[in-house]
């Protein structure tokens, strides 16, 4: 079982920035490839990154690519999404995902993903 804390969400202005964290419980944190998915109000969860347990592989959907990117920090179980020039699409509640997979493995759908934290929520004003 592994549980997930999102922190960091709030508002900030159009062109800001924001890092959002997730912390996890457990032992086996390298082991698990984690992920990023976001829900805006009325819309579909959308993928936003992944991480492999290493930290050696990670992926961007197309909308973040190039103003987000995503760390770990292994030794303290905690995952980081530095978040750039975030625009008036952006705001959602953000969620932290974990997927016990190879590190080769690139995790894109919430399906499979087995654990979720509770969300954080992002505002950008314009």
């Known amino acids: 079982q592994v549980r997930l804390v999102e922190s960091g969400g709030g508002l900030v202005q159009a062109g800001g920035s924001l890092r959002l964290s997730c912390a996890a419980s457990g032992r086996t944190f390298s082991s698990y490839a984690m992920g990023w998915f976001r829900q805006a109000p009325g819309k579909q969860r959308e993928f936003v990154a992944t991480?492999?347990?290493?930290?050696?592989?990670?992926y961007y959907g197309d909308s973040v690519k190039g103003r987000f990117t995503l760390s770990r920090d292994n030794a303290k179980n905690t995952v980081y999404l530095q978040m750039n020039s975030l625009k008036p699409k952006d705001p959602a509640v953000y969620y932290c995902a974990a997927s016990e997979s190879r590190d080769y493995v690139i995790l894109t759908l919430s399906s499979q993903y087995a654990y979720w934290g509770q969300g954080t929520h992002v505002t950008v004003s314009s």
């Open positions: 991480i492999s347990g290493s930290g050696s592989t990670t």
